[in-house]
């Protein structure tokens, strides 16, 4: 089975500029995440999606961050403009029904000039 | 409301030593707990995972935890540590058969030969 792709896997961009990452979960998972990792924290969840719908954005900085999953399948998250702050990983995370499947990709790691 | 502390944000021990990392919870719910395993530059991996059945939990690489509910804790353990096994380790927990994942601060564990 493969796994919850991520693309790029590292980014380094000055602040100010805007930057998106993409997800494409494991074929079949209803349910996307994506996670905010600062260095030294454990990841915090920026956006769950069901399907094509937002269920929780509680903590997506909506003046800059965005995400969409338009199909229902991958999705993207953009920062527009960047700060300092938002150098972080950036994980996305699939599951199938709940808790059970839940996978996480290898990341994107952003680095804010 | 669910919530994680993991109590040493560093542990260190040498090879061939038991392996203690805590964690206590807070949830309103009936919880499920899990542990990640996050080397340096990987992704998130999965340990293993409490929910509901056997309080006594046993995971991969010889890892295993207990769920005590008196307590509130879900402590990692390992009989013997192994070089491999440095890494930092997250707690979490979700709202039993709810997919929305809680992290705890991690700890990081240092092992030395």
């Known amino acids: 089975e493969a796994g919850v792709a991520q693309s790029p896997r590292y980014k380094i961009i000055e602040k100010r500029q805007s930057v998106a990452f993409w997800c494409n979960p494991i074929?079949?998972?209803?349910?996307l995440y994506w996670y905010q990792q600062i260095l030294g924290q454990g990841p915090k969840l920026l956006i769950q999606?069901?399907?094509?719908?937002?269920?929780?954005d509680s903590q997506l900085p909506k003046d800059r961050f965005s995400a969409e999953r338009l199909k229902g399948v991958d999705s993207t998250l953009k920062i527009q403009p960047a700060k300092l702050e938002d150098s972080a990983v950036y994980l996305c995370?699939?599951?199938?029904?709940?808790?059970?499947?839940?996978?996480f990709g290898s990341g994107t790691r952003l680095t804010v000039v | 409301a669910q919530s994680v502390t993991q109590l040493d944000s560093h542990v260190s021990v040498s090879e061939g030593t038991p392996v203690l990392l805590r964690c206590n919870y807070s949830?309103?719910?009936?919880?499920?707990l899990f542990w990640y395993v996050q080397h340096p530059n990987k992704g998130l991996q999965l340990l293993l995972k409490?929910?509901?059945?056997?309080?006594l939990v046993k995971g991969i690489n010889g890892f295993e935890a207990e769920f005590k509910k008196s307590e509130t804790s879900f402590h990692l353990t390992k009989p013997s540590a192994h070089m491999s096994d440095a890494a930092e380790y997250f707690c979490?927990?979700?709202?039993?058969?709810?997919?929305?994942?809680?992290f705890g601060s991690g700890t990081k564990l240092n092992v030395k030969p």
């Open positions: 995370a699939s599951s199938f029904q709940g808790a059970e499947g839940y996978t």
């Open positions: 999606f069901q399907n094509n719908g937002v269920v929780d």
């Open positions: 409490y929910t509901s059945a056997a309080t």
């Open positions: 074929s079949g998972h209803a349910t």
């Open positions: 949830s309103s719910y009936s919880p499920s």
């Open positions: 979490v927990v979700s709202r039993y058969n709810f997919n929305k994942f809680y």
